[in-house]
């Protein structure tokens, strides 16, 4: 399959067919993925393949918490989990906020769940000193992630990038046993899309960016410098 096609066409899947992944597709998929760069190449992620359904619900009703919050935050008109500006959601609003079954189907339904952590021993936190949430060390272990669903798109499965079981780390830790110094970046269930996006949304280049600085002219093709 043509590279920008892949590109274009790689939606967020949380509807699946049933059908199994193999081991052997599912072996081939991280193999292309593992070459993700990764700071200094020093590769520290770490993929914990899930298929036992009792493992599986336990971290679907831990990332139920992650839900929770999103969805009182929404009803409230706040961006969910927005670091900059805080909630003013009360623990009674978040209290009586129901999840739905279907925010984390996608846990129980895909054919296998991924679970992508990063060892935190070996990224480089170059921001870590802002005042502001640290967002570089994940360049260490996202592209890895991309990667995952590129190659599973090649391989005519989906799958979708989640967080909301980040919400309880500590317990998702304990649960699969993973170290206190590895972070968990991200779940991704894959399986068998029931229907396979043809076209992608997104805005134009020229929307969100610009020359020269942040406020500078939109970029365009062809555009004289300033």
């Not at 609003?93 to 952590?117: D, N």
């Not at 110094?181 to 043809?198: C, E, F, I, K």
């Given at each position: ?186 779940v991704v269930p894959l399986g068998r899309p029931q229907r396979q996006v ?29």
């Amino acid at each position: 399959m043509d590279t920008y096609q892949v590109m274009r066409t790689t939606g967020a899947v949380r509807r699946f067919t049933g059908d199994p992944l193999p081991d052997d597709v599912l072996h081939r998929i991280l193999d292309h993925a593992r070459f993700a760069p990764t700071g200094g190449n020093r590769q520290g992620v770490r993929v914990i393949v899930l298929r036992e359904r009792d493992t599986r619900e336990k971290l679907a009703a831990l990332s139920a918490t992650g839900a929770r919050r999103y969805l009182a935050q929404a009803a409230h008109g706040e961006a969910p989990w927005n670091p900059v500006h805080p909630t003013d959601v009360s623990a009674e609003q978040l209290a009586a906020t129901e999840v739905p079954a279907e925010m984390t189907a996608p846990l129980l339904t895909a054919a296998v769940v991924l679970v992508v952590c990063v060892d935190l021993g070996v990224v480089a936190a170059m921001d870590q000193d802002l005042d502001r949430i640290g967002l570089i060390a994940g360049a260490s272990v996202y592209p890895f992630v991309w990667n995952v669903l590129l190659a599973a798109r090649n391989e005519g499965f989906g799958g979708v990038l989640t967080t909301m079981a980040v919400a309880e780390e500590p317990r998702v830790q304990q649960l699969l046993g993973i170290p206190a110094d590895h972070a968990v970046a991200a779940v991704v269930p894959l399986g068998r899309p029931q229907r396979q996006v043809r076209t992608l949304t997104r805005k134009a280049v020229e929307e969100f960016t610009t020359s020269e600085r942040f406020d500078g002219a939109s970029f365009l093709p062809g555009a004289p410098a300033s």
